[in-house]
């Protein structure tokens, strides 16, 4: 189960718009649309921003949305705030009931 | 609301084991899986392995099985993990998380393990 390849860091300014992208394999991003993204401030537990490739949790701001095409899942983050500024990782189902995270992108809001 | 408290730090030596625990309150504990997630220092998420606690049946990830066991006792709706044969790259903060919609939507606040002769 190798992790999902994820850049190790984006940056954008106030207001702006960027998107992270998480290539896996057809046995875990591409064959199953259960991928899911985490924001993780610094000292923080992880957060859930986005289920099954596109849902939001309740009380996540629609300014997180995520998309899929083949073995690559994006997380974009519209009208970007400071507050933004943390690590994501995306994460999906793998085949035999298990589960691989990405390495992580760093954010930065300029 | 759901809360997933997890007990307190640990320090072991190499080899020794470590066995850490992860109270649910605010939903049915029986309902859910739960997940144990892993982070060494200034590195990425690991996922390690889930428990169903209606069960009490797991799935492991391929690198920890052999080392790692979860349990679950219903009567305190509470998870554990152990992990044995600790090595000094075993250093790193242990989460729980609960497991819905093949995500995981709360997670509990992080033990640091550390290992260390």
């Known amino acids: 189960q190798s992790a999902l390849t994820q850049p190790a860091s984006v940056s954008g300014s106030p207001g702006q718009s960027i998107t992270i992208s998480c290539t896996g394999t057809?046995?875990?991003?591409?064959?199953?649309?259960?991928v899911s993204w985490y924001q993780q401030h610094p000292g923080k537990a992880p957060k859930l921003m986005i289920y099954e490739v596109s849902n939001r949790p309740s009380g996540v701001s629609n300014r997180f949305s995520g998309s899929k095409s083949g073995n690559t899942a994006s997380l974009t983050i519209s009208g970007l705030q400071a507050e933004d500024e943390a690590d994501y990782y995306c994460s999906s189902y793998s085949s035999g009931s298990t589960w691989v995270f990405g390495g992580g992108t760093k954010l930065t809001v300029l | 609301q759901v809360q997933l408290v997890q007990s307190g730090a640990e320090v072991k030596k190499p080899g020794a084991s470590v066995k850490v625990s992860c109270k649910a309150s605010?939903?049915?504990?029986?309902?859910?899986?739960m997940n144990w997630v892993r982070q060494a220092p200034g590195q990425g998420l690991e996922w390690m392995g889930r428990?169903?606690?209606?069960?009490?049946?797991?799935n492991y990830a391929q690198k920890f099985q052999g080392r790692v066991t979860m349990t679950r006792d219903t009567s305190i709706s509470t998870a554990y993990m152990e992990l044995s044969g600790l090595r000094s790259d075993d250093t790193a903060v242990y989460y729980c998380?609960?497991?819905?919609?093949?995500?995981?939507?709360?997670w509990g606040q992080g033990i640091l393990v550390t290992v260390s002769s």
């Open positions: 057809s046995s875990d991003v591409g064959g199953y649309n259960y």
């Open positions: 428990i169903n606690p209606n069960s009490g049946g797991t």
């Open positions: 998380a609960r497991g819905t919609s093949y995500s995981f939507d709360n």
């Open positions: 605010g939903y049915i504990f029986t309902g859910y899986y």
